[in-house]
């Protein structure tokens, strides 16, 4: 059965372009190589060999011309395809050799195993480091070699997926007499094991060693001889060929590569350049801390206003007196509506209002013992506690029987308590308010201060007692009411002022004697001011990450043109576009991942200080870590796209030749 062709050239053509120059660095070619071939291309320098050798492992595409590969025209392949047939049907062997310098010898000649989805037959790669004699050598690295056992890996490499091809360019090049003899006579067993060998070379000694001499100049083949004067050796028949030409023998190759392998890669680049990947992390983890510490500001601030809300209770209206003009003068609050307790009973049994307890204030000299103190004296209904979160912590409150007898019963603040008792518990002790006697009966939770004023300095008594007892008034300062659900904010706050006129008989030019707050108006108020506050400094901080992604793109930029060489050697051994991409995505972020992580631990930090030093109110929630690793997941991805991309269209002829 006659033999096709393994490799058919006809008229193929290489152009160069240098300026206004144009080079032919192939100038029509025609040509066949036949399964189980040694073939020696030989030529001066700037004959073309070297473009010719180029051509046919699929590093680089002809301008014009057929190409058939196993009876395959390979012109019209996309580079996923041509990147199958370099991986599965071809092995090279470069005179630079051409190893990844941070991958072992027995790595290196696994590297086509991951673009070819068969990582896991590892064994594979340690047999071809063994055939080739360095089983003793296989976790050195390529610094650690000879030249000679550096170009055995790379032919340990070129056999792990059992090509068909074995193109080698001056395998013999970088040297010694010793090593090159070792290397072609290796060549040698290969072609004798069935393996087609295209081997370009300047040296005679070394094609006279090949089956098959090609000699070529200014581009084109200009002669050909079989070894011993021209005598013709059998052709092994080694059956149809393998390729089918049916378009379904190139899937595409993305699928195959393993996300795990890729990530091994990627990880390895990373450990390798620690100082590079640390500089690029670096961005990240200032501006993911920013981000946590100005987020965790915020969530403090908002939490401790909320608890200062809470103090002030919720769905609340408060009732005081106002002041009016009478003939342009500006009358006190009060003057024309003053509130009496009955007005606060009446408030209490509308529709829409759950509770109202009338209150009123002064200032009350304490004494206890030697110890004596001055403070805000203020009388109060016994809804109180429930209406301002003011249960007390210690004793209880005063009961409404306590109020209806005017009875002389006080609940301190915290500050209060500290001065006069120390640390004695003050609960049932007696003290003197303004010469009084009173009964201490609780204590009140601390409140913490707001501004210049501190709210655990206050003592409470009944509102009867501190008007008829103490401060001798016959009204009310103000009413706190209660509304049922904050739906009925509105509606309760018009029946207030219905009663409020109707009770104390206001005409229309006095309506405006009373007020009315509405305390969730000024909490909503609060809480919006607090979420712009909280957006402001997210903001600020997501520029320092987005500086941060920047960084990250501009070292990635700088990565890809530094290991260009590196990104031609796994593209020569079957690497796709698409896992030159993965893997450079999967850097950018690992490296952002990580700088956000640190960026955590260095927001939390930073939280932290500004709680211990500063007395700040700080809290890292789960929110703004998770908010904080998904963006850094996404910069990585947005700024490490392109710099993928770029390194995932370079050309891998382009990307050997790199200087």
């Known amino acids: 059965m006659a033999v096709e062709p393994i490799i058919e050239l006809v008229n193929v053509r290489r152009f160069y372009r240098l300026g206004p120059t144009t080079v032919r660095a192939l100038a029509g070619c025609t040509l066949s190589i036949y399964p189980g071939e040694f073939v020696a291309v030989m030529g001066p320098s700037g004959s073309g060999k070297s473009t010719f050798l180029h051509i046919l492992g699929l590093l680089d595409r002809s301008d014009g011309g057929t190409y058939r590969l196993e009876g395959k025209d390979v012109g019209g392949l996309s580079d996923n395809e041509l990147a199958y047939l370099r991986n599965r049907r071809m092995g090279f062997v470069f005179q630079q050799f051409h190893l990844l310098p941070i991958n072992t010898a027995l790595e290196n000649a696994e590297l086509p195993l991951i673009y070819a989805g068969r990582s896991s037959c590892r064994e594979a790669a340690q047999d071809r480091i063994r055939e080739v004699g360095l089983a003793g050598r296989a976790g050195h690295l390529p610094n650690e070699l000879s030249g000679g056992e550096r170009q055995r890996v790379a032919i340990a490499r070129s056999l792990v997926n059992d090509p068909a091809i074995i193109f080698a360019d001056e395998p013999t090049g970088n040297l010694d007499s010793v090593s090159g003899e070792e290397i072609i006579s290796l060549l040698e067993s290969l072609n004798r094991r069935g393996k087609t060998v295209v081997m370009v070379t300047h040296e005679e000694k070394l094609a006279a060693r090949a089956g098959r ?27 149809p060929a393998v390729l089918s030409p049916d378009k379904a023998c190139f899937p595409s190759h993305s699928g195959r590569a393993v996300i795990r392998d890729h990530f091994r890669e990627s990880l390895r680049a990373v450990f390798s350049h620690r100082l590079r990947s640390f500089l690029s992390m670096l961005g990240i983890l200032i501006g993911v801390g920013a981000v946590i510490a100005m987020l965790a500001l915020g969530a403090g601030a908002k939490q401790a206003i909320d608890k200062d809300l809470a103090r002030l ?65 203020q009388g109060v209904g016994i809804d109180y506690p429930e209406m301002r979160a003011s249960v007390p912590a210690e004793g209880r409150f005063f009961t409404g029987e306590e109020l209806r007898r005017r009875d002389r019963v006080a609940v301190i603040g915290r500050t209060v308590a500290r001065e006069l008792f120390g640390d004695q518990n003050p609960v049932g002790a007696q003290i003197k308010i303004n010469r009084q006697n009173f009964r201490v009966v609780g204590v009140l939770p601390e409140k913490g201060s707001q501004g210049w004023r501190d709210r655990d300095d206050e003592v409470l008594i009944p509102v009867t007692t501190a008007m008829h007892r103490v401060l001798g008034k016959e009204y009310v300062d103000s009413v706190d009411v209660e509304v049922l659900d904050a739906a009925s904010m509105e509606r309760a706050e018009e029946e207030l002022r219905q009663l409020i006129i109707r009770r104390h008989r206001l005409s229309g030019d006095r309506e405006d004697s009373f007020q009315i707050w509405n305390m969730a108006e000024i909490q909503e108020t609060i809480q919006a001011t607090t979420r712009t506050m909280s957006a402001l400094l997210g903001s600020i901080a997501a520029i320092s990450l987005l500086v941060g992604g920047i960084g990250i793109m501009n070292i990635m930029l700088v990565s890809v043109t530094e290991r260009t060489r590196e990104i031609g050697i796994r593209k020569a051994v079957g690497a796709s576009r698409k896992d030159i991409l993965v893997q450079f995505l999967i850097e950018a972020v690992v490296m952002t991942l990580s700088g956000g992580l640190a960026g955590v631990l260095l927001g939390a930090g930073i939280s932290w200080l500004l709680s211990s030093l500063a007395g700040w109110v700080v809290r890292v929630t789960p929110f703004s870590v998770i908010l904080a690793a998904v963006f850094s997941i996404l910069v990585g991805i947005v700024f490490g796209l392109w710099p993928a991309r770029q390194a995932a269209r370079l050309s891998p002829i382009d990307a050997l030749r790199y200087e």
Not at 217 to 225: I, P
Not at 230 to 238: A, I, L, N, T
Not at 348 to 355: A, C, E, S, T, V
């Open 213 to 239: 001499i090609i000699r070529m100049r200014d581009g084109q083949v200009v002669s050909e001889r079989r070894r011993a004067g021209g005598e013709e050796v059998p052709v092994p028949d080694s059956g």
């Open 313 to 377: 209770g919720s769905n609340l209206l408060m009732v005081r007196p106002g002041s009016r003009t009478v003939r342009g003068v500006r009358m006190e609050a009060g003057a024309v509506t003053r509130f009496t307790l009955q007005d606060a009973e009446a408030m209490g049994r509308l529709p829409d209002i759950r509770r109202a307890s009338p209150s009123v204030s002064g200032r009350g000299q304490l004494v206890w013992g030697n110890r004596n103190w001055n403070t805000r004296l």
